[in-house]
Every structure is written in C-alpha cells, then in structure tokens.
C-alpha cells in the first residue's frame, strides 16, 4: 500500500451562505492517479478548490492532512510551496508577466533557491518540446491571448516544471481537440514518470485517462462522494452515466 500523501477527513465546506461538500472523506497515496467524476454542479471543482486554500470557500467541518501535517488552516502559498498543484478549467491571462518569468518565480518560492537562468531556460526549452509549443509562448504574458488549448497547455508546462507531490487538475481536457488531448496526456505522462507524483483528475471526458493508469475513482454527487472503485468506474460511468447515483 502507498504511503499517505493526503487525507481528507469529514469535510464540508460552503461558499458565501450555500453549503456545497458535506462531509467528504478522501485518502490519496504517493504515486497514485485517482478520478473524481460527477454531473454539472456536483461539487467536484470546489473540493478542488478547498483542498488549495482558496480562501472564498470556507471551512465548516473536517481535516486535510497532506504529507503528515494538518493543513487545513494554512493559506494557498503555503499548501503550494509544501508541493501541492491545482490547474483551472478557466486558466486566468496575467498580462504583463511572461509564462517564463512567473514559472521561473514559482519555482523559486517553492524551493526557496535561485535558479541558474541558462539551466532554468534548458530545462522550460525541453519540457515546452514534449508540449509541442512554440517557445516563443515563454515570452509572452501568461495565458494573455492564448487560446483555450494554449492555455491548457501552459498549465500542464507549469506541472512539467514545479514537479508537484500532488497535482489537481480540473477538466484539464475540456474543450481541447484529439491532438490536444493527446499532447496534454504525455505531458502528465511526463510528469509522473519524472516525479512519480499523485493525480486527482476531476474530469467529464474520459479521453485524457486513456494513456493513464487509474488507482481509484470516485463519484461525487450534491457534495458528497457516494461511490468509489477501481479504474472499471469510468468504464461504468461511461455506459450508463449517473443516473443511479441521483437518488
């Protein structure tokens, strides 16, 4: 059995007034690849949201503990620099700051080192190849007139060069073409290989699991998970939708 890298215990959460998770309970372990599926407005993004830090949503009940210590209350900065990952279905254009310059920081917050720039910019050269991406994309201003799937790409650039414990990547295959979905596959493929990191993928599509080994998958239905299995879930899930979990 994999060592524990996250433990979700008992939690529910709320944004503004609106309870959204009720009492989730989760274990995520070194080196696996879990799926959280789910209909529209199941909660599966929130929990993605909270278990990050982001501080709209709030706390109400329960514990997460990633890598052994309690880090419910701590803020997104610290749950990022302690190596956990979150990529968004709608990445955020940040202009005036280049891909380059604000993966090159990131880097460096979370290893507290400076960064040679000739080694920094090899190994951003070698991980924007495997992405098929222009490297005249590291120049320009993060996500600032990208298209969808440029954006997805920039993200899964960002995986490849802060190597995360756990990265959480939501709907990261939406929108995108075959072509796409293929290149933002290796790239996570990538990702594990060289790190051998934890996944929790939330997703609709299956696409971007078909080159991926899946531990677990869960589904998640009005803020709680009310099935977990196998990677034959997705399988099922697939034939025969949610229906019989809406109940």
């Known amino acids: 059995m994999s060592d524990v890298l996250l433990q979700v215990s008992g939690l529910s959460a709320r944004v503004e007034d609106k309870e959204i998770l009720h009492g989730v309970d989760l274990t995520i372990g070194s080196g696996e690849t879990h799926v959280l599926m789910g209909p529209n407005g199941a909660g599966k993004s929130t929990l993605g949201y909270v278990l990050m830090g982001n501080p709209r949503y709030e706390i109400t009940e329960g514990r997460i503990s ?23 279905q ?41 992405l098929q991406m222009d490297e005249a994309y590291a120049k320009r201003s993060l996500n600032t007139g990208f ?24 709907e990261t295959d939406s929108g995108l073409d075959v072509d796409a979905v293929r290149l933002v596959a290796k790239g996570i493929e990538e990702f594990q290989k060289e790190r051998g990191g934890s996944l929790l993928i939330i997703t609709h599509s299956t696409r971007i699991l078909d080159s991926l080994n ?17 990677g034959s879930l997705v399988a099922e899930i697939n034939q025969g939708g949610y229906e019989k979990y809406m109940a």
């Open 66 to 88: 990633f890598k052994g210590e309690d880090i419910t209350e701590e803020g997104a900065d610290k749950r990022a620099k302690a190596g956990m990952f979150l990529s968004f």
């Open 214 to 230: 899946v531990d677990k998958t869960h589904i998640m239905v009005n803020g709680r998970l009310v099935n977990s299995g196998d």
């Open 147 to 170: 298209s969808g799937g440029e954006k997805k790409k920039a993200e899964i650039l960002q995986l490849m060069m802060l190597r995360p414990d756990l990265a959480i990547l939501d």
């Open 90 to 130: 709608e990445p955020l254009e940040v202009p005036g700051l280049t891909t380059e310059s604000f993966i090159r920081s990131a880097m460096e917050q979370k290893s507290g080192q400076r960064l040679k720039l000739m080694e920094f910019r090899k190994q951003l050269s070698a991980a924007m190849e495997v």
